[in-house]
Each structure stands twice: as C-alpha cells, then as structure tokens.
C-alpha cells in the first residue's frame, strides 16, 4: 500500500511562473490536506478537500493559489505568478476519516515539494 | 487563536535522554503529535498522545501530557546520533477534521 506520493519532489521556477505541485492520497483516503512550510517555520495549514469538493480554505492566500480535488487523479495544488516569497516545502496529508470522527494516528504526510522561486 | 511553542534547539551527548518541551493554547485539542523531520525529508509521524491521557510510552519514546498547564513533552531515553533532527509538536482540534497546528520545530543535535 503506498504512501502519500508527491510530485514533483523538487521544481524550480521563474519569478512570474506557474507552479502545479501534485498529490496522490492513499488508497482508500479521500481526505487531502496541503500544509506549507517556510524556510526555519513549522508547517502551516493551507486547505482541506474531499473529492470535487473544497471544504477548509481557511490557510491560503487570498490571491495566486488555488487548489482541487478531482473525482479522478491526484490533488493538485496550483500556484500562479510566482514570487520568491512562496519558496517553501508544500506537503499533502491524507486521512480516511469522516468529519467528526477524529483522527489519531491516521493522518499520513507526503514527502513533500520543494519550490524554489528564482 | 491557537498556538504552538517549542524551543529551537537541544544538543545532547549520545546516550543521554533527550526532553523536548511544547506548550499550547488550544484546550479543546483532542490529539497531539511529535513528528520527526530529517534534513530535506518529510515529516515521519513518531508518536501521538489523545488529550485524555497523561502518559504514552513507545520504545525509546515518552510522552507526557500535562492538560492543566497545556504543556506536553517527548523523552528520549538513550538518544543516538541518528536521532538528530527538527522535532515538531502538533496539535488537532476540535474541527473534526484533522487539520493540525504544528510549532516551528526543536532541532535536536547529538554528538559523539
């Protein structure tokens, strides 16, 4: 049973590019989470989704990023226009559960994503 | 808000025990974690502890929970070289659906 895979594990990109970073939950999981991690920080929340659906947006910047869960294929994170300031690590989480039922140890971290912006 | 502190680093002789120290704010947290993070690696899930516990014990691994003063810490007894790493607490609240507030990590260094 694999884990949370991610990819890409390392991308660069201009200044003013797009960034789509991918994650693949586990299998059975329908639970996504992508947290972010600056340079020397603990990792922040970012979004939470359930197939086709966004239900906690609450950690994303308002603007450039958005993020989807496909009834079909990974979950893809999406940064537009990058800016050096969104250099970080970005890691998907996935987890099996249903609201309300709590969590425990189910809740299972990718690799991670580094993005450089130059 | 909720809020997660630790210290930023530790340096322990090899073979020591090893105390990592975290506090919080949120008193609703239901579960709270200690994740490992290695040098370029993600994070390795260590042990987790459910608020209504005081203690858990896994190996080399102790975990204490003090609810009253919200404060919880990882042990490590007989700590090796290969234990060097960023230590991370997490917590979960109340929301139901697992989203968690990590600190900003303890960097544990052990030498020789």
């Known amino acids: 049973n694999a884990g949370v895979m991610q990819n890409p594990r390392h991308l660069v990109r201009r200044r003013g590019q797009e960034a789509r970073l991918r994650c693949s939950p586990m299998?059975?999981?329908?639970?996504v989470y992508w947290y972010r991690q600056l340079p020397e920080e603990g990792l922040k929340f970012m979004v939470y989704?359930?197939?086709?659906?966004?239900?906690?947006e609450s950690g994303m910047p308002k603007e450039r990023f958005s993020a989807e869960f496909p009834k079909e294929g990974p979950s893809i994170l999406r940064i537009q226009q990058v800016v050096r300031g969104d250099s970080a690590a970005y890691f998907c989480?996935?987890?099996?559960?249903?609201?309300?039922?709590?969590?425990?140890?189910?809740?299972?971290f990718g690799e991670g994503s580094w993005l450089t912006v130059v | 808000g909720e809020d997660v502190e630790q210290s930023l680093f530790l340096s322990v002789r090899e073979g020591d025990s090893s105390v990592i120290n975290c506090t919080y704010t949120?008193?609703?947290?239901?579960?709270l974690y200690w994740y490992k993070q290695e040098p370029g690696a993600g994070l390795q899930l260590l042990t987790y502890?459910?608020?209504?516990?005081d203690m858990k014990q896994d190996q080399r691994l102790t975990v204490l929970l003090n609810k009253k003063d919200k404060h919880l810490s990882l042990r490590i007894a007989d700590t090796q070289t290969g234990d060097s790493a960023i230590y991370f607490c997490?917590?979960?609240?109340?929301?139901?659906?697992?989203?968690?507030?990590f600190g900003k990590g303890t960097m544990l260094l052990v030498s020789p």
């Open positions: 502890i459910f608020s209504n516990m």
């Open positions: 997490a917590e979960e609240g109340e929301s139901g659906y697992s989203t968690l507030t």
């Open positions: 989480a996935s987890s099996p559960l249903l609201p309300g039922q709590g969590s425990g140890n189910t809740i299972y």
């Open positions: 299998k059975g999981h329908s639970h």
């Open positions: 989704l359930q197939k086709e659906n966004i239900i906690d």
């Open positions: 949120d008193s609703s947290s239901t579960y």
